[in-house]
């Protein structure tokens, strides 16, 4: 059922009397892509696409949007992970930023760019490195996802580790607001205290406050030196031991700390026969660890000094010897993410606590989801060196459509009851979205609701943005 109530006929016809036609796509055929997500779990038919080329269209998109009370969805990419970005079903206008994708500019004196919203993240990262500049944010999506979208979902990824999520990075935003003012808060400046810092608003806010149209972002030193191992361990409380030893024994320079638990290998070993079991034997859990640095440190010295001091608590360990065997050891992960479902709808989180509660809360869910859903698999993996886990449920295969999506729903109420015995959040990286806002509305507390309703009104008080999504519908 559609959250969001279609605007009159005569509402969208004069939205499209008042845009030029090159800005909007209104055929069928055009609309598709826009349609639906990477996962497939949500579509819905946009009104129209409209497809500004600079900040000035968009403003007149939301000018006319704001006069015309049409609701409207900001899309980057489409690879959010809770429906956020697809529209509801012939009811918004998609506000696509693909054509905004210009890097602005590369600073590599103030270690500082500026890239347009809808620029893919891939893209950003590679101008960033031609400048000897590293842009951190790094995970599996990065060929698609866009700058505007990580903004707008506060994107996490491998690398959060060391240089934190893209809230840390942001030094500044251009947004477009609901009635189509445009608010210039694209500095470049690290330390700045006149008065509210206003960019903190719409980093993770979901396009429900307003349309990100470029961001200035933070950039590091390019690593001279990567080294990436693979290790296998008995447990998880060895896992978070080894994490604790290699924070210490490495002078601060992990940049990835991955927990795998070995069904996953598995799933990457079914999907891909190029992949190889990584050790002759089988075991329970692995960790993929990446060091970098600049040059003049022995890396390479480093990271062996740490296996071999972490003694009896690794089984077993591998450091990749060359570029293409660290890509392999990250495919192992990667494949992963990607096949798990077997193209069929899968529970899917992303789950934070405090790194110290994970062998606990690991234990807790293995006993919990084994006696209520024996016949489902559980994907347990993360980023555990930033307290995330992904744990994921995936039916039997061959489940009717209706008793599957029953059973996605319980098994998210049984996770989420036992998160909340260890003071957890729903949502660590991938946001509240459609997915997840019947949880996270059951769980706000009253004063943090009514903060980010006021919020809203004042900045979307007919609430054309993203309806339905992250808050309660008025
Ligand atoms: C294989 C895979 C791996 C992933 N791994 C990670 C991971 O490790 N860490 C992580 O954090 N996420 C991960 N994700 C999730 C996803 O890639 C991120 O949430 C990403 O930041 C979304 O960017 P996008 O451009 O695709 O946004 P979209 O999916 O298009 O949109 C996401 C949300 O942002 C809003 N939005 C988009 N653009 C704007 C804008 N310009 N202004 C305002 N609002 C906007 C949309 O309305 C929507 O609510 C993964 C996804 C996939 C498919």
């Given at each position: 059922?559609?959250?969001?109530?279609?605007?009159?006929?005569?509402?969208?016809?004069?939205?499209?009397a008042?845009?030029?036609?090159?800005?909007?796509?209104?055929?069928?055929?055009?609309?598709?892509?826009?349609?639906?997500?990477?996962?497939?779990?949500?579509?819905?038919?946009?009104?129209?696409?409209?497809?500004?080329?600079?900040?000035?269209?968009?403003?007149?998109?939301?000018?006319?949007?704001?006069?015309?009370?049409i609701?409207?969805?900001?899309?980057?990419?489409?690879?959010?992970?809770?429906?956020?970005?697809?529209?509801?079903?012939?009811?918004?206008?998609?506000?696509?930023?693909?054509?905004?994708?210009?890097?602005?500019?590369?600073?590599?004196?103030?270690?500082?760019?500026?890239?347009?919203?809808?620029?893919?993240?891939?893209?950003?990262?590679?101008?960033?490195?031609?400048?000897?500049?590293?842009?951190?944010?790094?995970?599996?999506?990065?060929?698609?996802?866009?700058?505007?979208?990580?903004?707008?979902?506060?994107?996490?990824?491998?690398?959060?580790?060391?240089?934190?999520?893209?809230?840390?990075?942001?030094?500044?935003?251009?947004?477009?607001?609901?009635?189509?003012r445009?608010?210039?808060?694209?500095?470049?400046?690290?330390?700045?205290?006149?008065?509210?810092?206003?960019?903190?608003?719409?980093?993770?806010?979901e396009?429900?406050?307003?349309?990100?149209?470029?961001?200035?972002?933070?950039?590091?030193?390019?690593?001279?030196?990567?080294?990436?191992?693979?290790?296998?361990?008995?447990?998880?409380?060895?896992?978070?031991?080894?994490?604790?030893?290699?924070?210490?024994?490495?002078?601060?320079?992990?940049?990835a700390f991955?927990?795998?638990?070995?069904?996953?290998?598995?799933?990457?070993?079914?999907?891909?026969?190029?992949?190889?079991d990584?050790?002759?034997?089988?075991?329970?859990?692995?960790?993929?660890?990446?060091?970098?640095?600049?040059?003049?440190?022995d890396?390479?010295?480093?990271l062996?000094?740490?296996?071999?001091?972490?003694?009896?608590?690794?089984?077993?360990?591998?450091?990749?010897?060359?570029?293409?065997q660290?890509?392999?050891?990250?495919?192992l992960?990667?494949t992963?993410?990607?096949?798990q479902?077997?193209?069929e709808?899968?529970?899917?989180?992303?789950?934070?606590l405090?790194?110290?509660?994970?062998?606990?809360?690991?234990?807790?869910?293995?006993?919990?989801?084994?006696?209520?859903?024996?016949?489902?698999?559980?994907?347990?993996?993360?980023?555990?060196g930033?307290?995330?886990?992904?744990?994921?449920?995936?039916?039997?295969?061959?489940?009717?459509?209706?008793?599957?999506?029953?059973?996605?729903?319980?098994?998210?109420?049984?996770?989420?009851?036992?998160?909340?015995?260890?003071?957890?959040?729903?949502?660590?990286?991938?946001?509240?979205?459609?997915?997840?806002?019947?949880?996270?509305?059951?769980?706000?507390?009253?004063?943090?609701?009514?903060?980010?309703?006021?919020?809203?009104?004042?900045?979307?008080?007919?609430?054309?943005?993203?309806?339905?999504?992250?808050?309660?519908?008025?």
């Amino acid at each position: 059922m559609n959250a969001v109530p279609p605007p009159n006929r005569a509402a969208i016809d004069a939205l499209l009397a008042a845009l030029p036609a090159d800005l909007v796509l209104t055929a069928t055929e055009d609309l598709g892509r826009f349609s639906r997500d990477w996962s497939g779990d949500y579509h819905g038919r946009p009104l129209a696409v409209a497809r500004p080329r600079d900040t000035a269209e968009v403003s007149l998109v939301l000018q006319h949007c704001h006069r015309l009370r049409i609701p409207v969805v900001p899309q980057g990419g489409l690879t959010g992970l809770v429906g956020g970005g697809v529209p509801a079903d012939k009811a918004e206008l998609v506000l696509s930023l693909e054509r905004m994708n210009k890097v602005r500019r590369v600073d590599p004196f103030d270690f500082a760019m500026i890239v347009e919203a809808g620029c893919v993240l891939e893209v950003a990262k590679q101008a960033a490195d031609a400048a000897g500049c590293l842009l951190p944010i790094t995970f599996g999506a990065q060929g698609s996802c866009r700058i505007g979208g990580n903004v707008a979902t506060n994107a996490g990824g491998f690398n959060v580790l060391r240089y934190g999520m893209t809230r840390d990075l942001v030094l500044g935003l251009e947004v477009v607001l609901a009635d189509g003012r445009i608010w210039n808060g694209l500095k470049l400046l690290r330390k700045d205290n006149r008065g509210y810092d206003l960019k903190q608003m719409f980093i993770g806010s979901e396009g429900t406050l307003g349309v990100v149209t470029a961001a200035a972002l933070k950039l590091f030193p390019r690593p001279e030196q990567v080294e990436t191992a693979l290790v296998a361990l008995s447990s998880v409380p060895d896992a978070i031991a080894f994490y604790a030893h290699v924070r210490a024994a490495c002078s601060d320079l992990a940049t990835a700390f991955e927990l795998l638990m070995r069904r996953t290998i598995d799933v990457s070993l079914t999907a891909d026969e190029r992949l190889a079991d990584p050790f002759p034997e089988k075991f329970p859990v692995y960790v993929l660890l990446e060091l970098s640095c600049g040059a003049g440190i022995d890396l390479r010295a480093l990271l062996e000094g740490a296996l071999v001091s972490a003694g009896d608590m690794l089984l077993d360990a591998v450091i990749a010897s060359s570029q293409e065997q660290a890509a392999r050891l990250w495919r192992l992960r990667e494949t992963m993410v990607e096949k798990q479902g077997g193209g069929e709808p899968y529970l899917r989180t992303d789950v934070s606590l405090p790194i110290s509660q994970i062998p606990a809360f690991v234990a807790a869910v293995e006993t919990t989801m084994a006696e209520g859903f024996p016949q489902s698999g559980i994907n347990i993996y993360g980023h555990i060196g930033d307290g995330n886990l992904h744990i994921n449920v995936i039916p039997p295969r061959g489940l009717e459509r209706e008793a599957r999506a029953a059973l996605i729903h319980d098994a998210e109420t049984t996770l989420f009851g036992v998160l909340d015995q260890f003071g957890g959040s729903i949502s660590a990286e991938h946001g509240i979205g459609r997915a997840k806002r019947p949880a996270f509305l059951e769980r706000v507390d009253e004063v943090s609701l009514d903060i980010m309703m006021r919020l809203k009104s004042v900045l979307d008080p007919d609430g054309i943005l993203s309806a339905g999504r992250l808050l309660p519908s008025p």
